[in-house]
């Protein structure tokens, strides 16, 4: 069982900046692709970013130039720069994985979820 804990959310002004950090109890995490999705109240769960275990970033439309996603396999972690944030982009962030396969954008596709963490931009 994988645990995946966030940090890194909160309260930034339209055109600011936030980084997003997850890491992950698993030793192995290498084999695993990981992603970022987020939902805003009243939404369904979205697709933001992934990066595979055999493949590099792939992102959203609406986050692509804004948005870098990075893993760092030694230190179990998988990051999400975001910049110039938009009250749109205000949502629960979650960090998902998934071992030995590189899954689309269906959150259905993970298997494993972090809590999730507040980010919260303001016009």
């Known amino acids: 069982q994988v645990q995946l804990v966030e940090s890194g959310g909160g309260w930034v002004q339209a055109g600011g900046s936030l980084r997003l950090s997850c890491v992950a109890s698993?030793?192995?995490?290498?084999?695993?692709?990981v992603a970022w999705f987020r939902q805003a109240p009243g939404k369904e769960r979205e697709f933001v970013a992934r990066f595979g275990w055999t493949s590099g970033p792939t992102y959203a439309n609406s986050v692509k130039g804004r948005f870098t996603i990075s893993r760092d396999n030694a230190k179990n972690t998988v990051s999400l720069q975001m910049n110039s944030l938009q009250p749109e982009d205000t949502a629960v962030y979650y960090c998902?994985?998934?071992?030995?396969?590189?899954?689309?954008?269906?959150?259905?596709?993970?298997?494993?979820w972090g809590q999730g963490t507040q980010v919260t931009v303001s016009s």
């Open positions: 998902a994985a998934h071992y030995l396969t590189v899954p689309g954008s269906n959150s259905n596709d993970y298997e494993y």
């Open positions: 698993e030793r192995t995490f290498n084999a695993y692709s």
